[in-house]
């Protein structure tokens, strides 16, 4: 697998006059949890539409590396409205049951007296070793639990009547559950109570790809983030650390480059 799960070089975006990425180079590490600040307006969640291939930049590349997965949860993300709450989640896992079907579907198979033995105990044996990876003997327990967790409404409730809050949480347990390499939230604790939002942070932290998540919620970033990058007009800015390390180290080269701003007044002046 590539070095970088995704890249940016000398990336620009822009809508209209307003410039959101302006010539920016960035690499993120597979396994990183990093979090994305910035002022209203920084173009914090155009970004992480690059980064999921929902937009394009105006010039420079943004790609995704071969052989990985990406997913992101919007902050108003589309649901299946002819599926229940239930079938909506198990979207994020349908390879997985497909795999379960088959697997089921064999075992009925092998009843019949004219069957291929030898074939089918090889996809069975086949099958066993994918579905023992994805631990997917319990899924119903890890579907259930994950629900519950993210107080999803109940499975069989009409999505098309959920509110915003309960179609985000229904979203984001789906792509929990679909696990992709590179994860992209956009607010994800908004419309969380404490005891999911501790379960979050929880699961984010054993989460085993990389994680690029905005928010406002500084607990979350310190109890999650490992790198901070600051996006200030157009620029990008990356922090090794969690959120209460970020703003030390922003305060301190702030206050550098303060001095560094008034000795070249002074300069200034005493050229004047």
């Known amino acids: 697998m590539a070095e970088f799960i995704y890249t940016m070089k000398k ?45 394009q930049p105006s010039n420079g590349e943004a790609f995704l590396s071969p052989g990985y997965t990406v997913g992101i949860l919007l902050q108003e993300p589309p649901l299946d409205e002819t599926k229940n709450v239930l079938e909506n989640v198990q979207e ?11 697997f089921n579907q064999i075992s009925d198979e092998m009843a019949n007296p004219d069957a291929d033995y030898d074939k089918l105990l090889a996809e069975m044996g086949t ?33 098309s009547v959920l509110s915003g809050g309960e179609r985000r949480r229904v979203a984001l347990c789906k792509l929990l559950l679909q696990q992709p390499d590179l994860l992209l939230l956009d607010e994800p604790t908004n419309h969380l109570d404490a005891e999911s939002v501790l379960w979050l942070e929880q ?11 905005i928010t406002h919620d500084r607990y979350f970033l ?36 303060g001095q560094k701003d008034a000795k070249r007044a002074k300069r200034l002046t005493e050229e004047l």
Request: glycine content about 10%.
């Open 127 to 159: 099958l066993q070793e994918q579905l023992d990876h994805r631990n997917a003997w319990d899924l119903d327990s890890q579907l259930e639990q994950a629900m519950d967790a993210l107080r999803c409404p109940p499975g069989d409730a009409d999505v």
């Open 222 to 257: 310190d109890n999650v983030a490992e790198w901070i990058l600051e996006l200030d007009r157009g620029r990008a800015f990356p922090y090794e650390g969690n959120y209460s390390t970020y703003l030390d180290t922003k305060s301190t080269r702030l206050k550098i480059e």
């Open 11 to 55: 990336a620009r975006k822009a809508h209209g006059d307003k410039v959101i990425l302006d010539d920016v180079t960035l690499m993120f590490l597979p396994g990183a949890k990093i979090g994305v600040v910035g002022p209203n307006g920084s173009g914090k969640s155009t970004v992480l539409q690059i980064m999921a291939g929902l937009q």
């Open 92 to 102: 994020g896992v349908a390879e997985t049951i497909g795999l379960l079907n088959r």
């Open 203 to 213: 699961h984010l932290s054993k989460y085993p790809g990389t994680v690029v998540a």
